[in-house]
């Protein structure tokens, strides 16, 4: 409890008297200080018990004394000690008038209570409350270790710390979602901070925040758990008034015990991305059994259901190459990729179960992070297991079908192409939007399967990752892939540009007016090479189109009985047309 003015008057050693401002010696002291200066507001800090002997001060002077005792008190002090029988044989009237006025309190100090004697005896109360306060917070630091290593786990520790702050306490995962709090109701007052948690989350930890809303009527403190470049969570405490250092104690425990549950050794973070790693490699090098065998507990559940490939690409710095542990190029990378599993008992913040890693992919830009702790998260919430593997630009993770960590991979995309299109239509843009949905991101996601037929699931992904950058789509799964037209593939400028100089030479011939070669071919090969019917709808006769033919064969040195060489011009037409078509103002389509 804060020493006050009441109990130095209390104090029956210091003998001192009341004579003005009776009503609010419950006040909180901070300290006593002693100064003669005619103006000591620069050198006060507020909370000050000022003690003087009007040495300087007219205190017989109702003016001056007046803007002397309001100075004083607009600067915090909570109170005056005048000397009796120093400069003065009694209190002056003015003085006592104007503390009266100010409502602030002014004790007589008698000539045989030295000033060192009052300082003494506020330091020796400040030290004791110092020092309740840091025993009352160590007592909370093993209630919350203990609470921590319980069976309930971060669940009891937030209860713990709620009843110790007389308030609530609520723990956000990585994506932000509220996974813990205490008291039950507190969940729903910590769902609406999740735009301040976001912005925390945003800032490198360790970080903190003070926050309140219009229906709050608490005050609310936010602070970050981890060490790394990313938060690994958030804590949020409310009480009714700002924290006392015991109950700062006890929130800087609560810290440090959940950030060491969601922060595992770097050790055990090296061995789990390199056996992650190791049963990737297997299953791409068509070696289930074997990939069943090293995965063990950590990864078995996930290998004995369906389960889908997902790769994942940050557009940003774009990099290319096989995947983590591949046969090609690839088999020399992933060894840094993270992987996670579900095996053992929970113990970590949040639900997170035992023996699992975060599926983060570390300097991937911020969308790919995104990503990651979304279906982190998820997975951690039902005990999921993931097999997660960066690489380079790219995250390669296996998700079981219809788990939650594929269902959060689909809600972040669909999000994410949500926000473009509002942002598009903000900027007054139509039509596509930017590549990965003007997230930075692109992902591909692939059929069902097993661990046998991993690798084909691996080139479905990528198929559908292709397909995701060349739509600017945020995700595309295989299946979308497989029933669509092959058309949308062809814009890319590497096919166009094929295109084009495919066609350069009839479109040079025609240009010259000796004859309409392209709209000839066109037609051609729109009537699978039936003269009668591709003449008719040319409106020539069939000789004529006959001779074009052969021209376009001369010009290109191409024979049109080769059905590979009806397929590439077919596809260039194509391809060229699309170009056309999109280049195209939306006024004269």
Known sequence: MPHTLASLVNHTALKLTVLAGEERLDVPVRWAHASELIDPVPYMEGGELLLITALKLDAEDPEATRRYVRRVAEAGVVGLGFAVGVNYEDVPEP???AAREQGLPLLGVPRRTPFIAISKAVS??????????????????????????????PAELLARLAAHLDGWAALYDASGAVVAAAPDWAARRAARLAEDVARLRERP?????????????DRVELQSLGTGRRARGV???????PLGTAERYAVHSAVALLTLTTERSRALQDAEQRLGAAVLKMLLAGEPDHARAVAGRLYGGLLDAPFRMVVAEALAGEESGGPAGSSSAGASRGTAGTARGAAGTSGGAAGTPRGTASTRATGTGSALDALADAMD????????????VPDGGRLIVLVTDGGAAADACASYAAQAEARAGAQARTRGRAGRSEPGGGEGLA???SAPTGPAAAANAYRQAEQ????????GRVLVEHEDVAAGSVLPLLADDAVRAFADGLLRALREHDATGRGDLVASLRAWLARHGQWDAAAADLGVHRHTLRYRMRRVEEILGRSLDDADVRMELWLALKATSSNASAAQPRGEE
Do not use: H, I, M, N
Not at 377 to 388: H, K, N, P, W, Y
């Open 95 to 97: 003085l006592v008038a």
């Open 124 to 153: 020796a109360a400040v030290a004791a409350d110092q020092y309740r306060a840091v025993t009352a917070g160590f007592e909370a630091q093993r209630e919350l270790t203990r609470a921590a290593l319980s069976a309930e786990g």
């Open 205 to 217: 930890a360790p970080a903190s925040s003070v926050v309140s809303d219009a229906e709050g009527d």
């Open 235 to 241: 804590l949020a405490v409310g009480t009714g008034a």
């Open 377 to 388: 998260s998820a997975a951690a919430r039902t005990g999921e297991a993931v097999l997660a």
């Open 443 to 445: 992902v591909g996601l």
């Open 464 to 471: 559908a990752l292709s397909v995701a950058r060349r739509r």
